[in-house]
Each structure stands twice: as structure tokens, then as C-alpha cells.
């Protein structure tokens, strides 16, 4: 989920469990919806995108799902690896727009 | 494939120094982005530039920041006077050409700021 405030909500899962990360907009106006992935001291590399037109999209172990009614996203991580321990953050656009707003970020913990 | 380049990595300086923050979007990429992240306040948009121009600055703090693009290849961001607040992570970001929908935006390593 979102944060608020100085503390990022964390997730802490087992190595090989599935993951799943939650992220709440407001814009009903948003069509463009982005996750990205920031490992410590590096920018964030892009996972998966989609669009309003979806609302399910697939990777390579990575599933984005999203429900426009409720104005949810969802990033679902398959067998979860120790490298894949980092700030997931969501970002959103509505449509038009070139810039990204980003949400605060979970921090993903995975344990061997 | 060179990614968004930012240079310095870090940079420690003292209130009321200038700074000034660099970087090389990828080639091809035709917007670009400043980002300024901190724990308080996540990852904030400072400006945009859309083929050099600057589209929207309304994320820039005030009057001490400053942001220019000369060329496709090249852009800065400056504060000046710096103060202890401005301490964070600046990114830089670029993403190409998509015909006026929304794309992805890739991302440099940042450029670590200290104002003491």
C-alpha cells in the first residue's frame, strides 16, 4: 500500500512465495499506470506497464493487475527471489499527459 | 546501449554554495525529466522538457533552482543558493518519441546531494 508519512510500509515474504504489492490512486482520470522497481543507490528500472484500456497484464514473473472502479493497482511478483528485495513504487498519468506521479513506495523484503 | 547519465554521483557542499547537477538523456529520447527524491516526500517531478523546451516547471521549489536544456544531449539543474533542505537524490530521466501518450521514463542513478 501507500505511505504516510517517514516510514515506508514493508512487506517481508520467504524466498519462493509469491509476492503481491498494493498501490491506491486518486485520479479517476489516469490512464497510463507504471510499476517501478529501486534497488539501494541505484534509479528506478521500469517492471511493467498498462493501460486503462487492461486490466491484466503479464511479464516474466511479474503480473500487473488493475481494477479501475475501486482505482487499485497491483503488482504480483511469482516465486520470489532475494534479488528481487527492494522500493517498489507505483506511478500513474492520466492521459495526455507526459509526466508521471509516483506513489511513496513498500519496501520488499525477501528472506533465503 | 548507454543508459541516462548524471554526473556527480555525490556531491557534499556547504549553505549557500552553488550547485549544479548534469545530465546526458539517452540518445534519441526526446523528454526529459528532473526528479528530486527524499524520504519525506517520495520521488517529486521538478520540471519537464520536451525537445529541449521546458513544458512544465510548476515542481520547482523556488527562484534558487533553475533547469536548462542547450541541446538533445545535454541538461543541468542549478541551485543557487543551496541550503541544508535541498539535501536529496536528483534524477534524471528520459524517455523517447509516443505520439503524445504517456511512456516510460528511464532513469539515471542519481546525483546524492548533501547541503550541511
Known amino acids: 500500500g501507500e505511505s504516510v508519512g517517514l516510514h515506508l510500509p514493508t512487506l517481508s515474504v520467504q524466498e519462493g512465495d509469491n509476492s503481491i504489492i498494493n498501490c491506491a490512486y486518486s485520479?479517476?482520470?489516469?490512464?497510463?499506470f507504471i510499476w517501478y522497481k529501486q534497488e539501494s543507490g541505484k534509479g528506478p528500472q521500469f517492471i511493467i506497464d498498462?493501460?486503462?484500456?487492461?486490466d491484466k497484464r503479464q511479464g516474466q514473473r511479474v503480473t500487473v493487475l488493475l481494477n479501475k472502479t475501486v482505482k487499485h493497482l497491483s503488482l504480483q511478483i511469482a516465486a520470489t527471489q532475494p534479488g528481487d528485495s527492494a522500493v517498489y513504487f507505483c506511478a500513474e498519468a492520466p492521459f495526455g499527459y507526459s509526466t508521471l506521479t509516483f506513489g511513496k513506495g513498500t519496501m520488499l523484503l525477501v528472506s533465503p | 546501449d548507454a543508459g541516462v547519465i548524471q554526473s556527480p554521483r555525490h556531491e557534499v557542499t556547504e549553505m549557500g554554495q552553488e550547485v549544479t547537477l548534469r545530465c546526458k538523456p539517452i540518445?534519441?529520447?526526446?523528454?526529459l525529466f528532473w526528479y528530486r527524491q527524499t524520504m519525506m516526500r517520495g520521488l517529486e517531478l521538478l520540471i519537464y522538457f520536451n525537445n529541449n523546451v521546458p513544458i512544465d516547471d510548476s515542481g520547482m521549489p523556488e527562484d534558487r533552482f533553475s533547469a536548462k536544456m542547450p541541446n538533445a544531449s545535454f541538461s543541468t539543474l542549478k541551485i543557487q543558493p543551496s541550503e541544508p533542505r535541498d539535501s536529496a537524490v536528483y534524477f534524471c530521466?528520459?524517455?523517447?518519441?509516443?505520439?503524445?501518450?504517456?511512456?516510460?521514463?528511464?532513469f539515471g542513478e542519481g546525483s546524492r546531494l548533501t547541503v550541511l
Open positions: 530521466a528520459s524517455s523517447r518519441p509516443t505520439s503524445g501518450r504517456t511512456g516510460e521514463l528511464f
Open positions: 485520479n479517476s482520470a489516469s490512464d497510463y
Open positions: 498498462i493501460r486503462s484500456n487492461m
Open positions: 540518445s534519441g529520447h526526446n523528454s
